[in-house]
C-alpha cells in the first residue's frame, strides 16, 4: 500500500538515563504516600534523577551521540537537530544549540521545540517535514528532560510521577518503502491550565513573592488531566494510523507516552487494543515528558519487540494540551544499536557558562544522594 507520505525512515535510535534511583520507598520518606497506592494508581515504581553534573542538554547529548552511531552517521552528517523539551538549560540559548557543541557538530541548524510531553512526536513531524520537503537530510530529534529540578518534592500529586532522562532517533531520508507513514498533531488549549509552570516567563516573572509561593513548580490537576489524555490519545492515534490508510489491527507495536499506566491501559480499552502490543516501560522511569517516547522505543527496540517491517504507532499528550501521533514502518536493522556501545557521559562536555557554577540538583533529594554514595 502506497501512504500519502514516504521517504523518511527512522535510521538511528539512542537513549540515556542517569544513575541515581528514586524509588517509592525513597517517597515514602519525604511525602504522606505508600507503595501500594503509587504502584496501583500509576504503575510507577521508581524514576531516574539527574546528578548535579547532568543537565538536559548533557543527557541529550549523550542520546543524541549513540542514535547518530547507531544510524552509521557521524555528527557532521546532520543538517538539523530538534530538541523536544520543557525543561531546557536555560530559557536561552536553546538547548539544542549547547547540544550541537556537546556532540561536535559544526553544520546543522538547531532548536528547541515546546511541546511538553508531545516534544519528541512534534520534533519528529517537524523533521519528517524537513526530511521530506528536501530542506535536510539527517535530522537529530532528541526528548530530554529534567524534570526533578522543577518537582515539589513535598507534593505527593506530583513528585511521585515524574524522572529524568533522555531518548533521540535520526530521520532520514531514503527512497526504500516504509518509513513515516501518518502524522497526526493537535493542540487543546481548553486544558492548558491542568498542567503549567507559572512562574519564570513573561507573564509571571520570578520574584520573591513566586518562589515563596513554589511557583516555579509543576502544578496539575491529575484527574482532569487523566480523562483528557485518554480521550486525546485515542483521537489522535486513530487519526494517525488512518492517515497511513491503515486500521489499529495492522499495528504490531503501539509505543505511548508513559505518563501512567492506568491511562496506557484505558487508552487501550478505549481503542480495543490488545496491551500485549503496547510497550510499557513506565514501572521504571515515571514520567519522563519528552524524552519517554524514544526511551521507551529505544528499549522497546533493544528488548526484541520490533522487528524490521513492524508498523508502529508513537503516540504522546502533554501540556497544552498537546497531542501527536506518528504511524510509521520500521525499516532499520536493530542491530544496528551496536554501533553505540561504549557511547557515554564521558564522551559530551557541555561549555559552561561564565557565571559562577552552582548545583543544581534538587536540595530536597540530597539525602537520597548521600545515601546512594553517588559521584555524579
Ligand atoms: N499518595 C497517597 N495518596 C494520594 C497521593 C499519593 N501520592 N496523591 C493523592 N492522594 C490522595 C488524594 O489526596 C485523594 O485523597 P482524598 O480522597 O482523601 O482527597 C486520593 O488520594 C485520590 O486522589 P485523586 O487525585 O483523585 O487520585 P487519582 O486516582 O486521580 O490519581 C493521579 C492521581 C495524579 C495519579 C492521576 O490523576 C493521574 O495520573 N493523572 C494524570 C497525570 C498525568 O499523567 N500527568 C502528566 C501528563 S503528561
Known amino acids: 500500500m502506497t501512504s500519502p507520505l514516504s521517504g523518511v525512515h527512522v535510521t538511528g535510535w539512542g537513549s540515556y538515563a542517569p544513575s541515581l534511583v528514586l524509588t517509592n520507598a525513597d517517597l ?7 507503595d501500594e497506592w503509587v ?4 504503575g510507577i515504581r521508581e524514576r531516574r534523577i539527574a546528578g548535579p553534573n547532568e543537565t538536559t542538554a548533557s543527557m541529550a547529548s549523550v542520546a543524541g551521540l549513540r542514535a547518530i552511531a547507531t544510524a552509521g552517521l557521524e555528527p557532521d552528517d546532520i543538517d538539523l537537530i530538534i530538541v523536544g523539551t520543557l525543561t531546557p538549560d536555560y530559557p536561552m540559548p536553546s538547548t539544542a544549540a549547547l547540544v550541537k557543541q556537546a556532540i561536535g557538530n559544526k553544520r546543522a541548524a538547531a532548536m528547541d521545540v515546546a511541546a511538553a510531553c508531545s516534544g519528541f512526536v512534534y520534533g519528529y513531524a517537524t523533521a519528517h517535514a524537513y526530511v521530506a520537503s528536501g530542506m535536510a537530510k539527517n535530522v537529530l530529534v532528541i526528548g530530554a528532560e529534567t524534570l526533578s529540578r522543577y518537582t515539589d518534592f513535598t507534593d505527593r500529586g506530583t513528585c511521585i510521577l515524574f524522572g529524568d532522562g ?3 532517533a535520526v530521520l532520514s531520508a531514503s527512497d526504500e518503502p516504509g518509513g513515516t507513514m501518518g502524522i497526526e498533531m493537535t493542540t487543546e488549549p481548553s486544558g ?12 509571571r516573572p520570578t520574584t520573591n513573592a513566586t518562589l515563596a509561593s513554589g511557583e516555579h513548580y509543576m502544578k496539575m490537576k491529575g484527574a482532569e488531566t487523566f480523562k483528557m489524555a485518554v480521550r486525546t490519545l485515542g483521537s489522535t492515534s486513530l487519526a494517525s494510523v488512518r492517515r497511513a490508510g491503515l486500521e489499529l489491527s495492522d499495528l504490531d507495536l503501539v509505543v505511548p507516552h508513559q505518563a501512567n499506566v492506568r491511562i496506557i491501559e484505558a487508552l487501550a480499552k478505549s481503542l480495543h487494543f490488545p496491551m500485549e502490543k503496547v510497550f510499557v516501560n513506565v514501572s521504571r522511569y515515571g514520567n519522563t515528558s519528552a524524552a519517554s517516547v524514544p526511551l521507551a522505543l529505544s528499549e522497546a527496540v533493544a528488548s526484541g519487540r520490533v522487528k524490521q517491517g513492524d ?4 503516540v504522546a499528550f502533554g501540556a497544552g494540551l498537546t497531542s501527536g501521533a506518528i504511524t510509521l514502518q520500521w525499516t532499520a ?11 557515554g557521559p564521558a564522551d559530551v562536555t557541555i561549555q559552561p557558562g561564565y557565571l559562577e557554577p552552582t548545583n543544581p540538583f534538587p536540595a530536597a533529594l540530597e539525602w537520597l544522594r548521600a545515601e546512594s ?3 555524579s
Open 192 to 203: 492548558a491550565y491542568y498542567i503549567w509552570l507559572p512562574a519564570g516567563g513573561s507573564a
Open 28 to 34: 515514602e520518606r519525604m511525602v504522606e504516600t505508600n
Open 333 to 343: 536493522d536493530p542491530a544496528a544499536m551496536a554501533r553505540a556501545a561504549g557511547i
Open 373 to 375: 554514595g553517588a559521584a
Open 311 to 314: 508498523r508502529l504507532l508513537l
Open 166 to 168: 533522555a531518548g533521540a
Open 39 to 42: 504502584v496501583s494508581r500509576t
